[in-house]
Nanobody
């Protein structure tokens, strides 16, 4: 079971990036998937996540209206479209999978300790 995050880079403030999370060894859309980020000197924080049922999503207040999480079932991947980027979005971004059994209709978790598999991270740097 592996996750691989990609799509990071250097972008100017106001620009856009699209991060991808590809899975191997399991079917991504069978699980809850989260995007987290960690900036230097800061704790890792949840950015967005998506439930395995009905596409229920969560966004941190700091990214609401700017970021969009979506699944590509055919490609067994998930993306995070990031628009109107700000310098404070600079961080290493990780995708993670929560494979625990949950009751039908459960929401995805914002707690990183609930996630079982992690990608290697991709650096996003937003210049002012």
């Amino acid at each position: 079971v592996q996750l691989q995050a990609s799509g990071g880079g250097l972008v100017q403030s106001g620009g856009s990036l699209r991060l991808s999370c590809a899975a191997s060894g399991f079917t991504l859309h069978d699980y809850f998937i989260g995007w987290f980020r960690q900036a230097p000197g800061k704790e890792r924080e949840a950015v967005s996540c998506i439930s395995k049922w009905g596409g229920r999503t969560y966004y941190a207040d700091s990214v609401k209206g700017r970021f969009t999480i979506s699944r590509d079932v055919a490609k067994n991947s998930l993306s995070l479209q990031m628009n109107s980027l700000k310098p404070e979005d600079t961080a290493v971004y990780y995708c993670a999978a929560d494979v625990a059994l949950k009751p039908y209709g459960a929401s995805c978790s914002v707690n990183d300790d609930q996630y079982d598999f992690w990608g290697q991270g991709t650096q996003v740097t937003v210049s002012s």
